[in-house]
């Protein structure tokens, strides 16, 4: 049974930084794409960066600059560098896990496409 499950939200200052963690089991990460979403109250959830299984990356143009990506297949672990947090940050984080292909050229459409597997979301709340 695919599992994910993230990790490392918490309430920061205005410009302050966080990494988040996706820890996946249940199935081969090598084989899938991965990504983090986030949704904020009110409004509908939206792409915020992928990865394929070769490391290359994707960005949201909001976070483009300022967040970054990256998988340690060791590790079966996802991450999210964020810095430079701003208010409209503030939202909860998702990762989801999906064989490689079509829908991941459409994770930036607002709603994404329904990903094959999604964690339960870890809150990120930016202050000023």
């Known amino acids: 049974q695919v599992q994910l499950e993230e990790s490392g939200g918490c309430s920061v200052e205005v410009g302050g930084s966080l990494r988040l963690s996706c820890a996946a089991s249940g199935y081969t990460p090598s084989a899938y794409c991965m990504g983090w979403f986030r949704q904020a109250p009110g409004k509908p959830r939206e792409g915020v960066a992928a990865?394929?299984?070769?490391?290359?990356?994707s960005y949201s143009d909001s976070v483009k600059g300022r967040f970054s990506v990256h998988r340690n297949f060791a590790k079966n672990t996802l991450y999210l560098s964020m810095r430079g947090l701003k208010p409209e940050d503030t939202a909860l984080y998702y990762c989801a896990a999906d064989v490689c292909g079509g829908k991941w050229n459409r994770y930036l459409e607002m709603p994404p496409p329904d990903f094959g597997y999604w964690g339960q979301g870890t809150q990120v709340t930016v202050s000023s």
């Open positions: 990865i394929d299984i070769a490391g290359m990356t």
